[in-house]
């Protein structure tokens, strides 16, 4: 269904690598999200964006970078300065709203493996 | 610190019995709080927030202030309950939802 698309499904990165992790929403969202999650971990905060041309860094955002250049777009961008970036990387949208207190609606999700 | 804790990794129960997800939360002032679900090969979504006083699907969830927890119920167990639960709170003092490591619920038949 439509809603929040990521691509790739699955994404591999060679050593010293940069690779960018694509999300787009339909919904017409303010705010978008990006969350990394690891095995036995809940999904931990990256960067998020409530507006156009602005985002903030979330819990874990060192290795990381984005931009929202587009309302309906928020790349990821995975640095080779990220030491450990092999996770599953899920992307999420909410509507107007002070911070994340409205419901998100969450992607397929990405898997970053290093080769 | 803002933490919420899911202490259960796994619950394992059959069809018909009652469910208890536990939740707790450490935050100053008064978060609001949610569910999220993944069922199996689907994407993770709103189960239910506890602002809305509903109940979704036979679950409902209280907050109680005194204990900080936001336990998710259901009285019967269903096979289609089997799946992925994230308790997460929001707090407008950090801006942001923090969700906690999960808790798998397997409904056996």
């Known amino acids: 269904d439509g809603g929040i698309t990521q691509s790739p499904k699955y994404l591999f990165r060679k050593e010293g690598q940069n690779v960018t992790l694509s999300c787009e929403q339909n919904?017409?969202?303010?705010?978008m999200y990006w969350y990394r999650q690891d095995p036995g971990q809940g999904l931990r905060l990256i960067y998020y964006?409530?507006?156009?041309?602005?985002?903030q860094k979330g819990d874990i955002a060192e290795g990381y970078s984005v931009s929202r250049e587009k309302k309906e777009s928020f790349p990821l961008t995975v640095t080779s300065a990220q030491k450990n970036p092999t996770a599953f990387y899920l992307c999420?949208?909410?509507?107007?709203?002070?911070?994340?207190?409205?419901?998100?609606?969450f992607g397929d999700g990405t898997r970053l493996s290093i080769l | 610190a803002q933490r919420v804790t899911q202490p259960e990794k796994l619950l394992s129960v059959f069809k018909g019995a009652p469910v208890e997800l536990k939740c707790n939360y450490s935050?100053?002032?008064?978060?609001?709080l949610f569910w999220y679900v993944q069922y199996s090969r689907q994407r993770l979504q709103l189960l239910l927030r506890?602002?809305s006083r509903e109940s979704i699907k036979g679950f409902t969830a209280d907050l109680n202030k005194g204990e900080t927890s936001f336990h998710l119920k259901k009285p019967f167990a269903q096979e289609e309950d089997s799946a992925m639960y994230y308790c997460?709170?929001?707090?407008?003092?950090?801006?942001?939802?923090?969700f906690g490591a999960g808790t798998r619920l397997a409904v056996h038949p």
């Open positions: 999420a949208s909410s509507g107007a709203g002070q911070g994340g207190n409205q419901p998100q609606h």
């Open positions: 935050y100053s002032g008064s978060p609001e």
């Open positions: 997460a709170p929001f707090s407008g003092g950090y801006n942001k939802l923090i």
């Open positions: 919904l017409n969202h303010d705010a």
């Open positions: 964006s409530q507006i156009v041309n602005d985002f």
């Open positions: 506890h602002i």
